[in-house]
């Protein structure tokens, strides 16, 4: 493992299982994510895509133990946390956080921002003593551009902009290494969506942050990732450094998502890809290739067997037996 990395999954699975029947028997499982590996580097932002129900957020959930992985490992800063008990887990806790989608949603309507902040600080047993707490309290405000007077509001006082910096606030209190940032953006308005990844990306710089940016918009993830990570139906089909995946994608899957950006240059006509079909159900992958009933490359092998990961370059690595050339 390089020394870098903070963050690593060795082929990690999260399987949930269906019960039903008369007596509540299992009856099937989604494999929400299966057999994913991928490291981050200290710094790095890993973006992470894919459609509606490919299990990126049980990916980021399972990576920070929020859910307990099915099997596969995870490491953290070369340690493996795959088993820590509750204590020792709870130590890890700090150092690794999270951001959700719904800043409406994560955040208690009946808390003041001042209470919302000490939480976490309380259940780590940090910045105790009343002077102490008001001063980190007014420097977390200070870290998302939020006046000091916001410690003694109510979430209902806030816009969803403003919200979603009180979260990023919450994350923030118990000096977190690393963190999942779960769609922080897609509930916002646009114009507030830059000013929110802004802010991320100069706090991930002055605090030396490394994250792992989840997101259905395209062009957010090629901004502020270094490299991205595509995922279909529980796998990752294809990892590159944002410039090689927009240009020189092996994937048909990832050729087929990133062609339906918009271009600016009207000179530039792009074909857009529309693939046949729906995302088949996890809850019954296909056979083979997870993608071959969809792709426009397939050939007979594809459905017999998955394929296993190639590399183009030492950061470009892809899952598939025909390739776009
Ligand atoms: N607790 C659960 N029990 C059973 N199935 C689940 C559970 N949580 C998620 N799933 C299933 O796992 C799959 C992946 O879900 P997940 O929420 O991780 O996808 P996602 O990529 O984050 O989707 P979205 O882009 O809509 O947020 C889906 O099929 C979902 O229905
Ligand atoms: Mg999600």
Known sequence: MSEESLIKVENLCK??????GLFNKQIGEVKAV????????RGETLGLVGESGCGKTTLGRTALRLLEPTSGKIFYGGKDITNLDYEEMKKMRRKMQIIFQDPYASLNPRMTVGTILSEPLNIHNLYTGVTNRKKRLRELLDYVKLPTDAL????????????????????????????????????????????VINLLMDLQKELGLTYLFIAHDLKVVEFISDRVAVMYLGNIIETAC????????????TEALFSAIPVPDPTHIKKRIILKGDVPSPLNPPSGCYFHPRCPNMKEMCKQRFPDKSARTS???YSCFNPIQ
């Open 15 to 20: 399987h949930f299982p269906i019960k039903g």
């Open 34 to 41: 299966d057999r994913v590996s991928f490291e981050i580097k």
């Open 152 to 195: 003694n509001k109510y979430p209902h006082e806030f816009s969803g902009g403003q919200r979603q910096r009180v979260c990023i606030a919450r994350a923030l209190a118990v000096n977190p290494e690393f963190i999942v940032c779960d769609e922080p953006v897609s509930a916002l308005d646009v114009s507030i969506q830059a000013q």
């Open 242 to 253: 944002a410039s090689e995946l927009y240009g020189e994608s092996k994937h048909p899957y």
């Open 315 to 317: 950061t470009h690595h």
